[in-house]
């Protein structure tokens, strides 16, 4: 019995030095048991499809070792020429994932050609390639190509394998996901795969709804839904209408191909028709995942639009006659039954004109595919202990919301601990991301507290945000209870 309780403290002893010595030099915050990025439970309409939508391949099942390395990797600013990008500079959890800017900055100042793309559920877009163009058929293929561009991070795969060879902490990891601690360009795109993979969450007030439905939520109305918010729905999936479903596809509206929605008359950007060469195609863009939305501005390739009600204004009497529009968007053809399986590739685009009651509520339905584990979770946040790839967290030391969880009653305090006087601002949103209360704040060195009046008057989660001036430092999740 002792000499058990003995080995067990060796070992223990040992294990520790092992994290001592694994995060000496760059400091790394990694749980010492991996979180969980391969056993997610699916919903059942998800399961059922599963063979038809999943893109893991057999050659990369996703461990919770491998996405782990393929955190590190995400957030790590030295896959950039310069050591100030890392792929979480464009893609920002906080924003599901994508940039507020309409073009990001790459490592040299130059920006993007389009605008940052969210990443959620992209394990299930099977039956289209990445980028807005489609250019990159696998995600392997895919995450080794922002490194290499020259307006991304600018690196070639030689400097990439050098870098990361020479970074102490990576060699534990790669032993944990590979088996041994040799550093190839391949296992890095495998990483980088994993943990974009592993990017899932079924919480979004629709997906709940839809989960507790008996039948089909294209039909019947969501319990949890409001009158205002089962409208919005209806009309996604009016065949006549909207017809957003019809490219929208399924409960977690995946990319589903590429599609013309015809935004312009001539593009300046032909997408898909200039990636592969085909005239056809011109003006083609990734059908992009609707998961999140609100927080995604700004939208379509080139964020031309800011607002979601700018996007429905669009869809509603906009749609321009290019050549290319997709039949969906077209006028239906006289006598027919299922505008989906007849669609007029000839005929003029649809006016659909929505009332402003109409407009008001399919906005009010895309806010409910608002889910905030994704963008909140540690599993996905930067694992790095001094935010490497975001200078401007360094004045906030720490903060703390109390209490936590939150009685609806009860008085919100935020306790901010700062290095040094800056002006910052507390934001807080409902769940489905609805901006709730905003206040400026100046920061003395030091400990601060905020109160916040009470606005909490439903139970669930609320998200709080700190920025320093405009820039978002860091979110918590908060539960409110009755
Ligand atoms: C400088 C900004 C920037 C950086 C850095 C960056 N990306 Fe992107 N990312 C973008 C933009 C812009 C697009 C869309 C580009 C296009 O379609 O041509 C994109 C698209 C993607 C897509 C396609 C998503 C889809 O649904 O098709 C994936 C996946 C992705 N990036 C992953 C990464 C990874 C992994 C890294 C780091 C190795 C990274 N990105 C670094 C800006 C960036
Ligand atoms: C014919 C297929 C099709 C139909 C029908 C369709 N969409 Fe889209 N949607 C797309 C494509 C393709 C894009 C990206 C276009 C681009 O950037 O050029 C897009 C972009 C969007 C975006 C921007 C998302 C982002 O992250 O940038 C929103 C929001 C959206 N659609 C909502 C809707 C709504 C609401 C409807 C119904 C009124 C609808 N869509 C109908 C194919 C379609």
């Known amino acids: 019995m002792r000499l058990k309780a003995i080995v067990i403290l060796a070992s223990l002893i040992v294990l520790c030095s092992f994290m001592t010595q694994r995060l000496q030099g760059d400091c790394l915050n990694l749980p010492s048991t ?5 056993n997610i439970i699916f919903p059942s309409d998800i399961v059922n499809n599963l063979s038809e939508m999943d893109n893991m391949p057999a050659n990369n099942r996703t461990t919770d070792e491998g996405a782990t390395l393929g955190r590190v990797l995400f957030y790590d600013v030295e896959l950039s020429k310069n050591r ?3 792929c979480a500079s ?9 940039d507020t800017a309409r073009f990001s900055v790459g490592f040299d100042g130059q920006l993007t050609h389009r605008n940052s793309m969210s990443l ?12 807005w163009d489609n250019r990159a058929r696998t995600l392997e293929i895919q995450t080794l190509m922002p490194i290499q561009s020259n307006v991304e991070m600018g690196l070639t795969l030689d400097t990439l394998v050098a870098r990361v060879t020479a970074k102490s902490y990576y060699a534990p990891l790669f032993r944990a996901a590979f088996g041994s601690t040799t550093v190839t360009s391949l296992r890095i795109s495998q990483a980088l795969a994993q943990f974009i993979r592993s990017m899932n969450t079924f919480g979004s007030r629709y997906r709940i709804g839809v989960n507790t439905t008996n039948g089909n939520p294209s039909i019947v109305p969501l319990v949890n839904l409001t009158a205002e918010e089962n409208l919005g729905k209806d009309l996604f999936m009016d065949e006549r209408r909207g017809n957003c479903q019809a490219c929208h596809t399924r409960n977690i509206f995946v990319p589903q191909g590429s599609k013309n929605i015809g935004l312009d008359l001539v593009y300046a950007d032909n997408g898909v028709g200039a990636a592969f060469n085909i005239s056809r195609k011109n003006g083609e863009f990734s059908v992009p995942s609707l998961i999140n939305v609100v927080m995604t501005a700004p939208y379509m390739h080139d964020g031309r639009y800011k607002t979601l009600e700018q996007v429905v204004n669009f869809y509603s009497d906009s749609i321009k006659p ?4 997709d039949g969906f ?3 239906i053809l006289p006598g027919t039954i299922d505008p989906n399986n007849n669609t007029c590739d000839t005929c003029p685009p649809r006016i659909i004109r929505y009332t402003e009651t109409e407009k008001r509520a399919l906005v009010a339905f895309l806010r409910t595919m608002t889910d905030t584990l994704l963008t ?7 694992p790095f202990c001094t935010p490497s790839s975001n200078p401007q967290l360094e004045p906030i030391l720490g903060w703390g919301i109390y209490p936590s969880p939150l009685k609806r009653e009860a008085t919100l305090t935020i306790k901010l601990i700062a290095g040094q006087s800056f002006p910052a601002g507390i934001s807080i949103y409902s769940s489905e991301g609805r901006l709730l209360f905003h206040r400026n704040y100046s920061m003395r060195a030091g400990s601060n507290f905020m109160s916040v009046p009470n606005l909490f008057h439903t139970t669930g989660t609320y998200l709080v945000q700190v920025t320093r001036g405009s820039k978002p430092v860091g979110a918590k999740q908060l539960l409110v209870i009755d």
């Open 34 to 38: 991996p979180y969980n990025y391969s």
């Open 84 to 86: 100030k990008i890392s």
């Open 90 to 98: 464009c893609h920002q959890q906080q924003f599901a994932f994508t």
């Open 120 to 131: 959620a559920h992209a394990r299930f877009q099977k039956d289209s390639a990445f980028f």
């Open 322 to 325: 290019h050549p290319n529009l």
């Open 329 to 331: 968007l077209r006028e």
């Open 376 to 382: 909140t979770d540690a599993r996905w946040s930067d």
